[in-house]
């Protein structure tokens, strides 16, 4: 069992950055995938990045967000984050991050364990 907590969501203009964290309460956090994901309203979720457990962890990002977005973690704070950088308009959502799925392949694919969301909105 796992609870997962988000914050760092805000109001940004293009061009601008944010900083989402992610931290796990209750589960063995070192040895989750972890997975960040939006969704808009009328759209599933979409896998945004991932990262793998363990040191030297591979990552996934979607074509999309390649060069803009990066998803790191801290094992020892039970944490992992996406930093947001050159956002667009597009790339208003909610985000959530997800717990324990399987890394494969270089995907990503969820568990049952997902964070209530935050909201990121990128208007001009």
């Known amino acids: 069992q796992v609870q997962l907590a988000e914050s760092g969501g805000g109001l940004v203009q293009p061009g601008g950055s944010l900083t989402l964290s992610c931290t796990a309460f209750g589960s063995t956090f070192r040895l989750y995938a972890m997975g960040w994901y939006r969704q808009s309203p009328g759209k599933q979720r979409e896998l945004v990045a991932a990262i793998a457990s363990g040191k030297g962890d591979s990552t996934y990002y979607v074509d999309s967000v390649k060069g803009r977005f990066t998803i790191s973690r801290d094992n020892a704070q039970n944490t992992v984050y996406l930093q947001l950088n050159s956002l667009k308009p597009e790339d208003t959502a909610v985000y959530l991050c997800?717990?324990?799925?399987?890394?494969?392949?270089?995907?990503?694919?969820?568990?049952?364990?997902w964070g209530q969301g935050t909201q990121v909105t990128v208007s001009s």
């Open positions: 997800n717990a324990g799925g399987l890394y494969r392949d270089n995907y990503y694919y969820s568990s049952d364990y």
